[in-house]
Every structure is written in structure tokens, then in C-alpha cells.
């Protein structure tokens, strides 16, 4: 079955950075695009980023460019979220996801805590 398992987050001072990675499992990793969505206490899940099957195409939620970096290593069946420039409100839980057949796949989140 799908499975998505994120891991990489923590307590980080603002302007600090993180790298999340997410571990797929149980899909043919490579064709699908992927996603990085936070959520916040009291918020909605927002998308973060999101990445094509190949890698060759990105694209951020406006808040995120030029701090947050998407890629993935098809080899290992990973996606990866380098975050930079940490700010206080980039405090949530990050999920990784993917769409497979119009259903859509979570992994259990990993908490980014932003904070001095």
C-alpha cells in the first residue's frame, strides 16, 4: 500500500533552516508528482510546494519563493523540502502527499517549530 513517511523537523531560530524529507513507498515513485502542504494550529492545510514526476517542473505557494526549495531523488524514492529563512509563522505540522487515481495520500506530518 501507499506509504508516505516525512521526517526532519524540529525547533529552529528564525532565519534558521530545515530540510524535510519524505520516504515513498508502495506506488511507482517516479511517475507521480509530489507535494509538501503545512497546517497550522487553527488554519487550513495549505499547499506548500509541489513537484513533477521527473523533477522538471516546481512550483511554490507565493509565500515560500526564494526560501523553500522542492526536489527529489527518484532513486531513493524521496522528496525533499529545504526551507531557508525560517520566519516565525512558517510554524505548522508538513505533510508530504501524492495523488494517485484522483485519491490523495498523506504521510503522518513532521512539526516545524520556528521559534527563539
Known amino acids: 500500500q501507499v506509504q508516505l513517511v516525512e521526517s526532519g523537523g524540529g525547533l529552529v531560530q528564525p532565519g534558521g533552516s530545515l530540510r524535510l524529507s519524505c520516504v515513498a513507498s508502495?506506488?511507482?515513485?517516479?511517475?507521480?508528482?509530489m507535494s509538501w502542504y503545512r497546517q497550522a494550529p487553527g488554519k487550513e492545510r495549505e499547499l506548500v510546494a509541489a513537484?513533477?514526476?521527473?523533477?522538471?517542473?516546481?512550483n511554490y505557494a507565493d509565500s515560500m519563493k526564494g526560501r523553500f526549495t522542492i526536489s527529489r531523488d527518484n532513486g531513493k524514492n524521496t522528496v525533499y523540502l529545504q526551507m531557508n529563512s525560517l520566519k516565525p509563522e512558517d510554524t505548522a505540522v508538513y505533510y508530504c502527499?501524492?495523488?494517485?487515481?484522483?485519491?490523495?495520500?498523506w504521510g503522518q506530518g513532521t512539526q516545524v517549530t520556528v521559534s527563539s
Open positions: 513537484i513533477t514526476g521527473t523533477g522538471g517542473r516546481t
Open positions: 502527499n501524492v495523488k494517485i487515481r484522483l485519491r490523495g495520500y
Open positions: 508502495g506506488f511507482t515513485f517516479s511517475v507521480y508528482a
